[in-house]
């Protein structure tokens, strides 16, 4: 069974500060790492994909991959009260033809003003 | 807009009833999902279809059924529904080739009430 684990939450972290997402995942061969905020009562919505190890950045969102150690992170700069909300760490399994994506139970991130 | 479509957007039905959800999307992908999202929000995978070829999560009961009449749809059927069945359904697709491959876009959801 291929897991992706999460901590809950809820992170609370005050405005202005660096919020710091973890993820660790069974399946030693998967491929490609993706991050999604969900929005209460909203669709997931992509935010991040990363595919090799080391870190890449967008805007104020950083993903770090590190794959011998079987996790995934991400950090957000300069957290506002708009970034609360659940982040989904999705991970892509080996194996040709595998497509699906095994998304963890998400982390709950609350920013306070 | 570009984007993943789902019609409708709420569905209250009674057990035992016939449903089914469609699914569009305008992105040019060749592969689309169905999620299921329960109460506690952990997101589910089941099913994916890609060129024809169906991947079926082996918990999903066989009450359902997705049908794909193309390439831009994936509709999901449910038969004899249950109580148990209330849920927001996703929707999804990605390309599984090229630069931005099997990331996945999702639909706005279907939240499904079974009384």
């Known amino acids: 069974q291929k897991e992706v684990e999460q901590n809950s939450g809820p992170l609370s972290v005050p405005e202005g500060a660096i919020a710091s997402l973890n993820c660790t995942y069974s399946d030693r061969g998967s491929q490609s790492f993706f991050w999604y905020r969900q929005y209460s009562g909203k669709s997931p919505e992509l935010i991040m994909s990363?595919?090799?190890?080391g870190d890449k950045e967008d805007g104020r969102f950083t993903a770090q991959l590190n794959k011998a150690s079987q996790y995934v992170s991400l950090l957000i700069r300069d957290s506002q009260p708009s970034d609360s909300a659940t982040y989904l760490c999705?991970?892509?399994?080996?194996?040709?033809?595998?497509?699906?994506?095994?998304f963890g139970k998400g982390t709950k991130l609350s920013v306070i003003p | 807009d570009t984007a993943v479509s789902q019609t409708p957007k709420y569905l209250v039905t009674q057990m035992g009833n016939d449903k089914s959800i469609k699914c569009e999307q305008n992105?040019?992908?060749?592969?689309m999902y169905w999620y299921k999202q329960d109460s506690k929000k952990f997101l589910k995978i089941m099913f994916s279809y890609n060129n024809k070829e169906l991947i079926i999560n082996e918990t999903v009961p066989n009450r359902f059924s997705p049908k794909s009449p193309d390439k831009a749809h994936l509709n999901l059927h449910i038969n004899s529904l249950e109580l148990g069945d209330s849920a927001v359904y996703f929707c999804a697709s990605s390309q599984i080739a090229g630069r931005r491959s099997y990331e996945q876009y999702f639909g706005p959801g279907t939240r499904l009430t079974v009384t």
């Open positions: 992105l040019g992908h060749d592969t």
């Open positions: 990363i595919y090799s190890n």
């Open positions: 999705a991970v892509r399994a080996s194996g040709a033809g595998s497509y699906q994506l095994t």
